[in-house]
């Protein structure tokens, strides 16, 4: 283990709690249905008169199979002719949304993620993409990035992909042992995985992400290790490990998995823990939440010299960004305003159809939820909060706004998790790993039933 990270056990025991990922806050579960289309044409107009760069997010939702363990909105069918009126449907909504935006407004990200966005055909992912280039204005260095489901790619694929400007690719492997892959229903041989991964070097994409899964059903310490060494043996630049969050009631494919089956809590501490070994000594840097990166890579860079951000996307070396989602399911954030696309197909298409926006709910930050947003997102991408900083940047003290926290931020420093000062909230080695569980202290709906509960660590 590197100095960036120390293993405690007992700490990771004590304050592994559930709760949010905070790719936003507030969370998508505090947003209100009141708050809409007429909303989200306000934010567009101040983003267009701030002139404010854009990333752009566009939701392709069809898998040709359910892999049990998904938690995503998505819709699992093999008709591709379902493709085309979707195709449709998302051309009229990034009409709706373009008109309120300017042309200096520069897209500085664009990613297409599901689902699986290789479900389109290749004249479909030519029309998509010709439409946005078309209707936005996407800068020459923009940041292009897709997820790939080895399944679903071929060479043919990744040649178009790179054709078309997509310099970065996130590939789902999730484990490579058969037993766990048949319990999950994703059947992808070590074969097809590497195919797509030897593709993008050949092509000379900038950088390859490979997305673990640990804590799945029939997984040992031992068998997910040699997934680990396998993945590290291809050398891609960024690695996200998730841990398995088991929730039957809230997601239906879940319930094909026999609960039986899922490692006990002490073996997917093990798996944890010989992970971050693992990518240690590989030289993968812990960039915070599961994410390891190389020290060349673009995340990697962006934290040591403090540019690194996180929004709906994720960790982003491209911070400040309006973003605009885009399709089924979709979350947009622009400025202080959240909102999220019509999660139904159905009524998601039928508010296009009626000229509408499908904006079915969203969220818009006070004060107060600026201020809590900050702190979680420095926390997440910086692992300090400098209270110069953050006073010149609100006008207030950090200890006298979150005097409530106080109490539980000296128990932490106690436990050797932060340490405070009169200059800075400094996340420690062995805190890095429980970010979480401290930015859930700041989070003033944690407790809301509403919240999904995911674990922070284990």
Known sequence: ???????????????????????SYPTAARFDPRVGSYELHQALRESRRAARPLALHAHIPFCANVCHYCACSKVITKDHGRALPYLERLEREIELIACHLGHAQAVQQLHLGGGTPTFLSHDELRRLMGTLQQRFHVADDAELSIEIDPREADWPTMGLLRELGFKHISVGVQDLDPAVQRAINRMQTFEQTTTVIDAARTLQYH???????????????????????????????????????????RFKAQRRINASDLPEPGNRLEMLRTTLEQLTRAGYRHIGMGHFALPHDDLAMAQEDGSLQRNVLGYTARGDCDVIGLGVSSVSQVGDLYTCNHEDIARYQEALDRGQLPTERGFRCDDDDRRRRYVIQRLMCDFEVDFATFAERFGDRFDQ?????????LQMERDGLIRLSAEAMTVLSVGRLLVRSLCRLFDRYAFDEQVRPYPLVI
């Open 1 to 23: 283990m590197n100095a960036d990270i120390r293993w405690d056990a007992d700490l990771i025991r004590r304050y592994d709690q559930p709760g949010p990922r905070y790719l």
């Open 207 to 249: 950088s390859l992400n490979i997305d673990l899964i640990y804590g799945l059903p029939l997984q040992t310490p031992d068998s997910f290790a040699k997934t680990v060494q396998l993945i590290i043996g291809q050398q891609p630049d960024r690695i996200s490990v998730f841990a398995y969050t088991h929730l039957p009631e």
């Open 401 to 409: 706004c979150f005097a409530d926290c106080w109490p539980m931020l």
